[in-house]
């Protein structure tokens, strides 16, 4: 039983104290199960708890197991003893079906009738490197591509370096020729430089000397004018010494 105090305004009169029941936590019995209790008691039968619920037991999540073939297997290719090869290659067992070729690199798909083989071998300066075989003509094929981009990238560094030597070798070329060509105009200018120096010498040389030769001719032309008068003198001073004959 709870008490609690309850309290009212001074003016509606005093306090008291109100009783109040405390509730039952208990859950309630039903009368079916307390008959079905009582059939079981009369029988000498212990009632049967109810089951207690097992506790769910975590799953472990289990790891994907990624089954990946090589994928040499996937597509019924295999590793190829080198040794092999080389000595089909000095019997002439081998039938060449296609060739690449890339710098140092090289790849053929080879056939040998005999076992109905097909190999593809990957070389590097004439060597042999990798080798495959395979038993039907698609699966070498794709082998035969897969060493071709190999070789490919393998060469990249070549390709690079011959592009880089023609591109260096044409600009020195280029860089030769455009030299020559200065040269050429330096020379021009040069000569262009000293012919109109010389000329402009010569032009001085020949003012100098017609400026002399003027004086000359003036010179000179004043002493034939001064003969000429001499002449013309001494012609009129003849002339008065001849005596004056009468006409008939």
Known sequence: MKTFLNRRSVLTGPSHLVQIERENTAAPVSPDDREEAALAAAAGVTPEAPPTPTPMRPVTTLRQVQVVPSQVSARGVQIADTADIEWLAEEEALTPFRVFRSFDYSVSLLFHAKELTYYV????????????????????????????EQATRLSEGETRRAQLEAQNEQLARLIARSEAQAERLR??????????????????????????????????????????RQIHQLSLTSNEAIPHLPNR
């Open 121 to 148: 071998a990957l070389y590097q300066d004439g060597s042999l490197w990798r080798a495959l075989k395979a038993a039907d003509l698609e699966a070498a094929e794709t082998a035969f591509l897969h060493f071709e």
């Open 187 to 228: 020379n021009d200018l040069q000569r262009r430089g000293a012919q109109e120096h010389a000329v402009s010498n010569r032009q001085h040389q020949v003012h100098k000397e017609v400026s002399q030769l003027e004086a000359q001719r003036v010179a000179a032309q004043a002493h034939l004018n001064k003969a000429h």
